[in-house]
């Protein structure tokens, strides 16, 4: 005993099954099935072990090797313990303090940490609900309402809710029809896109490079350098801690509210400017579909195409020109101390042309076939389209498999070279390591014998 001394080494055994395992279900993802399975059953093992580590014999479990061999043999093979009066009293005392101790501060912490995240959540919402409505709707004098600081949030976000699932639905049902379009036109070509990914393969990588980045020995390290240094802490300095983030939250606080304090005083002035020029009524129009119920016409309802009257080439100029015609402005507003008025007619005409819109003109007449002929924008327009379709039929089917095929020869190079180069160092390093450890085993045991 004078010479020997005592070590207990903890190995790490749920952390190297974690990794182990979770490398191997990368590599092979078809395991995934047993390995949940497996979990469960290293979940019940792992909360056995911990009721084990109790020094109560009291608070002890039976042992799945107890358990088996009593299965197998009919009684365990090693005799039931004998517990003695008050035995390990005292280890379990402070064991069950230990315990009760931290259940406590974690408690608190966790009282402490609702509080500051409502405390935040309030300061944030307050921040947040500093918006200013547009609208001219009445607000009511005296509220009578006990419940309103409580509901009038909750309608809101319930509000907002019900807009997008109405939108949504219309856009399933096809009431919003531009959007449906282009979202299922989006799916068709993302569809045949995604026929050319090799999936497997980003799949594999992502998560493999996810695990030994996250889930190594090497996260010690980050217990060390980091978690390590904030527990350590003492008293002082972790309120000195709190203190610094926050006075950093408070000043992130700051300046939010300045941002949201300059943005309600746009919107009063703007609010005001627009009850000055167009009226003291005013109300938000959405620009999606957010009805509740469809306007569906009646049977006795008909409908006809409308005709367009032919015109000629002069007239037609002039109507797109605008000529006679009286446009109303629209109520957008723009400028910071003066709001004025940022609509502007353009012309749609396109530089070189007469007019835009060429179906207007009468059949047969000189000017329509005139344009129609030759340097055409929509004919322009279908040949951009065209070579835009043939470029990604061209990538697809030759720049993704180039690519894919360049990256796995890339992987199946460079794996060999590691490998051999990690094989020559150990080749290097092993002779002069083991002579070294042969040496210092040699002096310990001469200066033993020296002293014994």
Not at 319 to 330: T, V
Not at 376 to 382: E, K, P
Not at 397 to 408: D, E, H, L, N
């Amino acid at each position: 005993e004078r010479y020997t001394k005592k070590t207990t080494i903890l190995l790490p055994i749920h952390s190297m099954t974690l990794f182990f395992s979770a490398v191997t279900l990368v590599e092979k993802p078809s395991l995934l099935p047993s390995y949940i399975f497996g979990s469960i059953a290293w979940l019940l093992i792992a909360v056995m072990g911990f009721r084990h580590n109790n020094p109560d014999p009291w608070d002890q479990p039976k042992t799945f090797r107890d358990i088996v061999e009593i299965l197998l043999v009919g009684e365990p093979l090693e005799p039931p313990p004998t517990i003695t009066k008050n035995q390990n009293k005292k280890e379990a005392s402070a064991y069950r303090k230990k315990w009760a101790d931290k259940i406590k501060e974690l408690e608190k912490n966790s009282v402490e940490e609702k509080r500051r995240a409502v405390r935040e959540a309030r300061e944030e919402a307050e921040i947040d609900s500093a918006e200013v409505d547009l609208g001219t709707e009445s607000k009511g004098g005296l509220n009578l309402n006990p419940l309103k600081p409580f509901l009038l949030p909750v309608q809101k976000n319930l509000g907002k809710l019900l807009e997008c699932v109405r939108f949504m639905k219309n856009v399933m049902l096809w009431e919003e029809c531009y959007f449906a379009f282009w979202i299922t036109c989006a799916c068709i070509i993302l569809g045949v896109f995604s026929l050319f990914i090799p999936w497997t393969f980003i799949v594999i990588w992502s998560t493999r490079l996810a695990v030994w980045a996250g889930c190594g020995p090497w996260m010690k390290l980050v217990d060390i350098y980091y978690y390590s240094k904030i527990e350590d802490l003492s008293k002082s300095k972790k309120s000195k801690r709190m203190r610094d983030l926050k006075k950093s939250r408070d000043n992130y606080l700051n300046l939010l509210k300045e941002d949201v304090r300059l943005k309600e005083e746009e919107a009063k002035k703007l609010k005001a400017m627009k009850a000055y020029m167009f009226g003291k009524y005013s109300t938000h129009v959405p620009v999606v579909k957010t009805d509740r119920n469809r306007d569906v016409p009646l049977h006795e309802s008909s409908a006809a195409p409308y005709v367009e009257k032919p015109l000629s080439m002069a007239r037609a100029a002039i109507e797109e020109a605008g000529l006679h015609n009286k446009r109303e402005r629209g109520q957008k507003l723009s400028g910071v101390m003066i709001p004025k008025h940022t609509d502007s007619i353009r012309s749609t005409v396109m530089l070189g042309k007469a007019i835009s819109n060429t179906r207007k003109l009468e059949r047969g007449a000189l000017a329509s076939s005139l344009l129609n002929f030759g340097g055409d924008t929509n004919a322009s327009a279908y040949s951009k389209i065209a070579q835009i379709i043939l470029v990604a039929i061209v990538a697809s089917f030759v720049g993704v498999p180039m690519i894919s095929s360049a990256v796995q020869w890339a992987v199946k190079k460079s794996f060999p070279v590691i490998i051999s180069s990690i094989q020559l160092a150990v080749e290097e390093w092993y002779p002069a390591i083991s002579s070294t450890v042969q040496s210092a085993v040699e002096k310990s045991l001469s200066l033993f014998k020296s002293e014994w």
